[in-house]
């Protein structure tokens, strides 16, 4: 069964950086595109980010274009979400989630449990 | 500000049915499929409904979906205490450069 277990989280300054992984398992990883989807605390979902199976394309939302960076290492079933310019908006619970399909188009389909990130001084 | 609209709430008694909203415009819903995520306390979402109206194995017959226009309404019939939960809408939206847009949520409560 798909497993996705996300990682990188905790307690970083304004203004700094922090790199999220996410490990995935149970399925054929370079098939299929990947998102970042975050919640703030007692918030809606807001999603972030999405990759196509192999690298080549992503967008991003308006709230994190230009600071964060989504990318993915077929290799290792890996997908990373670099972020910079952290400020007091991106404290959220950050999930990773396997797309429906193999392009950037396609919904979320399955779910990892999140990491959380708190930008605070 | 959700660029897909949601009541805030909904309720119902067990056994009932309810009906929760989202709205939306030509460039997500009336365009594109829409999807419903269910978020138990506590966990992270779970695709509930994809493609407009289609159920992922396991999903229960008591949730259907529908879209029509700039619309889709996410539909629970014989609620149980279980169903209790925030439910998210989401779509692809084609403005600009492409985008995944969600509701806001409805918290779901079973009196």
């Known amino acids: 069964q798909v497993q996705l277990v996300e990682s990188g989280g905790g307690v970083v300054q304004p203004g700094r950086s922090l790199r999220l992984s996410c490990a995935a398992s149970?399925?054929?990883?370079?098939?299929?595109?990947m998102h970042w989807v975050r919640q703030a605390p007692g918030k809606g979902l807001e999603w972030v980010a999405v990759?196509?199976?192999?690298?080549?394309?992503?967008y991003y939302g308006d709230s994190v274009k230009g600071r964060f960076t989504i990318s993915r290492d077929n290799s290792k079933k890996m997908l990373h979400l670099q972020m910079n310019s952290l400020g007091p908006e991106d404290t959220a619970m950050y999930y990773c989630a396997k797309s429906g399909c193999s392009s950037t188009n396609c919904h979320m389909a399955d779910w990892g449990q999140g990491t959380l990130v708190t930008v605070s001084s | 500000q959700s660029v897909l609209t949601q009541p805030p709430s909904a309720s119902g008694t067990p056994g009932q049915g309810v009906t929760i909203s989202c709205s939306g415009s030509s460039s997500n819903i009336g365009g594109n499929y829409v999807y419903w995520y269910q978020q138990l306390p506590g966990t992270a979402p779970k695709l509930l409904i994809y493609?407009?109206?289609q159920r992922p194995s396991g999903v229960p017959d008591r949730f259907s979906g529908s879209k029509s226009g700039t619309s889709a309404s996410l539909a629970i019939s014989g609620l149980r205490s279980e169903d209790e939960a925030d439910y998210y809408c989401?779509?692809?939206?084609?403005?600009?450069?492409?985008?995944?847009?969600f509701g806001g949520g409805t918290k779901l409560t079973v009196l």
């Open positions: 989401a779509a692809w939206d084609d403005s600009l450069s492409g985008s995944w847009v």
């Open positions: 493609r407009n109206n």
């Open positions: 990759v196509s199976y192999d690298g080549s394309n992503e």
């Open positions: 149970g399925f054929t990883f370079s098939g299929y595109g």
